[in-house]
């Protein structure tokens, strides 16, 4: 569900009409993408983490030289295409207007995924700190990519800033455990916080059709590093209804599509109640020290992650004594506010403005420039929530 509408809107700019072109492709781009390409150099590196695994990072640097820029730093299991220092992608920015504010952008594909080695783990538990020095989890991989990063990286001010939406909010909040000095600001977008709330329970009932479309690629294993998308079953009918209607039991998605070969699927399947296999998988046990001011957003109608923000911010709000912890709830699908123009209406209902634009303008881009950028305290409210 999720990787379908990221490749629904990574469709959406790759179709946006522009005069400017691709030299080596003769394709159009958008001017968005011509603006990055005119004022970035990105870069590629293999980042050692602690047990020595390397995580392949892109890197992407402004080319005016007369200031010192802070990083804005997100990971991902949805891979960070294109490959290649010399392909671009078509926004660097939680919008554009933070291209053109001027950020050091990074991105990471996190361990096991795509062009990272090491194993992936779904929602892995955050226990590093309880096994040794040389022990790894999602919180020590960002905090050692944070690390190289402000030790490496030429022309950066020291500050870092984390951001994400769905999965990558998930690792968003999980930067804050026991972070980096350097990372100053995080924006947790409609969070993963306890898989079994957030997507695959409603109401205590299992939601087979996402749960099956979603892990039958991103859960395929791998050989290796690679840059694609794995390949999926091949469906018998192209109606979703009449397939998850005839499916049948369970076992027959292991017995007639998958085979075995979607190990989290067969976790989920192997606990069907909330025992220790998903407490220990819950991240906001470790949210009750956050350091970095944070600001968290989710949007009333997101079918995917609306557990995820609102208790993620009631966890970190309660359990930390500092007032830096902010939220942000609008009138909006799974990760609407990241639309350009696309706030102003969800299906026949009319917001009467274009609420992700606001929302970039006054609440996003204000709050990573107070704390990266020492521009000014902001009036950022405690809540910022749309009233329907």
Do not use: C
């Not at 998903?278 to 079918?303: E, F, I, M, N």
């Amino acid at each position: 569900m999720k990787v379908a509408l990221y490749l629904k809107v990574a469709l959406m700019l790759l179709l946006m009409t522009s005069g400017a072109v691709h030299a080596e492709t003769k394709k159009e781009v958008s001017p968005r993408e011509a603006y990055i390409r005119a004022n970035y150099t990105k870069y590629e590196y293999k980042i050692p983490m602690r047990d020595g695994i390397k995580l392949f990072t892109s890197v992407y640097v402004p080319n005016d030289k007369n200031e010192t820029y802070p990083i804005m730093f997100q990971r991902t299991p949805y891979r960070v295409a294109p490959y290649g220092s010399d392909k671009y992608k078509p926004r660097l920015g939680p919008s554009e207007i933070f291209e053109k504010e001027g950020f050091i952008f990074v991105f990471q594909d996190v361990r096991g995924k795509f062009m990272s080695e090491g194993e992936f783990v779904n929602m892995r538990p955050q226990d590093a700190y309880t096994r040794g020095k040389r022990a790894t989890d999602d919180a020590t991989d960002t905090y050692d990519t944070i690390e190289w990063l402000v030790n490496n990286i030429k022309g950066n001010n020291g500050k870092v800033g984390m951001w994400g939406t769905s999965y990558p909010g998930y690792y968003t909040s999980v930067g804050s455990i026991n972070s980096h000095p350097a990372l100053k600001a995080i924006s947790p977008q409609a969070p993963i916080a306890d898989w079994f709330f957030d997507d695959f329970h409603r109401n205590g009932a299992f939601v087979t059709p996402m749960a099956f479309i979603f892990f039958d690629t991103f859960d395929k294993q791998r050989d290796g590093e690679f840059a694609y998308w794995p390949e999926g079953m091949k469906s018998k009918t192209p109606d979703g209804y009449q397939f998850f209607k005839s499916l049948g039991p369970l076992s027959n998605v292991n017995k007639d599509y998958f085979h075995g070969e979607r190990p989290f699927w067969n976790e989920l399947t192997e606990h069907p109640n909330y025992d220790d296999y998903w407490k220990a998988r819950d991240v906001l046990q470790h949210l009750s020290d956050t350091k970095p001011a944070t600001l968290v957003v989710g949007g009333w109608y997101d079918t995917e992650d609306l557990y995820g923000p609102l208790y993620t911010y009631q966890t970190m709000s309660k359990a930390n004594k500092e007032e830096h912890i902010k939220l942000v709830m609008g009138p909006w699908y799974h990760g609407q506010w990241n639309s350009e123009k696309g706030g102003t209406e969800l299906g026949e209902a009319h917001f009467g403005f274009d609420t992700s634009e606001w929302f970039q303008h006054e609440i996003l881009l204000p709050f990573f420039t107070e704390h990266l950028k020492d521009a000014g305290e902001s009036t950022i409210s405690t809540a910022t929530m749309f009233e329907t």
